[in-house]
């Protein structure tokens, strides 16, 4: 299995902080990576798909990037309603697996 | 729109049978894949996984003797079933929809199956 090592597992910030998750894959997805939201009672919600596509209905403060093992999300400018869990997913091969998130949390 | 809705209990006896439904609208299921995925407590999420548009089922490897896939295309429905649970199966289960390898772009909200005595 493809492992997926996710970090931080959490972290703090304030209303308009530009943040960084990483996502590194135990080898190479060549692309096939997304990042998928989850707030608190609310449903897993689709953010980015293949390393750097915003799904539809997604603000643009969102975006990704990586290649190869390495891929990050980027959130640029922080909004309350961004406080939430964060995964990451590689669709490489099977079985898909998913990081372990990142807590994101109001500083 | 796609739509999916988990149903089934909430409590499962250790060593029984969960069993899930997963009810489609907005889509047919012989069009598509259909997908199981499971978060545990402490947020781990596993994928547990699918039917497809004709009938083929993939398992992960990891429950590939407990887990069996199904579905009734006359109902717009499909199944999960986890046979010999433990207390470890504890989980939110959800179904999901994509095609192959594509992403998940459609979830049910999940329903919460406790194992426990």
């Known amino acids: 299995d493809i492992q997926m090592i996710q970090s931080p597992s959490s972290m703090f910030a304030f209303l308009g902080d530009r943040v960084s998750l990483s996502c590194r894959a135990s080898?190479?997805?060549?692309?096939?990576l997304d990042w998928y939201q989850q707030k608190p009672g609310g449903p897993i919600k689709l953010l980015i798909y293949s390393t750097s596509n915003l799904n539809s209905g997604v603000p643009s403060r969102f975006s990704g990037s990586g290649s190869g093992s390495d891929y990050s999300l980027t959130i640029s400018s922080l909004e309350s309603e961004d406080f939430a869990d964060y995964y990451c997913l590689q669709r490489n091969a099977y079985p898909l697996t998913f990081g372990a998130g990142t807590k994101l949390e109001l500083k | 729109e796609v739509q999916l809705q988990e149903s089934g209990p909430s409590l499962v006896k250790p060593s029984q049978t969960l069993s899930l439904t997963c009810s489609v609208t907005g889509a047919s299921i012989t069009s598509g894949y259909w997908n199981w995925i499971r978060k545990f407590p402490g947020n781990k999420l596993e994928y547990m996984g699918y039917?497809?548009?004709?009938?083929?089922?993939y398992y992960n490897p990891s429950l590939k003797s407990r887990i069996s896939i199904t579905r009734d295309t006359s109902k717009n429905q499909y199944y999960v079933q986890l046979n010999s649970v433990t207390t470890e199966d504890t989980a939110t289960y959800y179904c999901a929809r994509n095609y192959d390898s594509s992403p998940f772009a459609y979830w049910g909200q999940g329903t919460l199956v406790t194992v426990s005595a």
């Open positions: 080898q190479g997805i060549r692309g096939n």
């Open positions: 039917i497809n548009y004709s009938g083929s089922t």
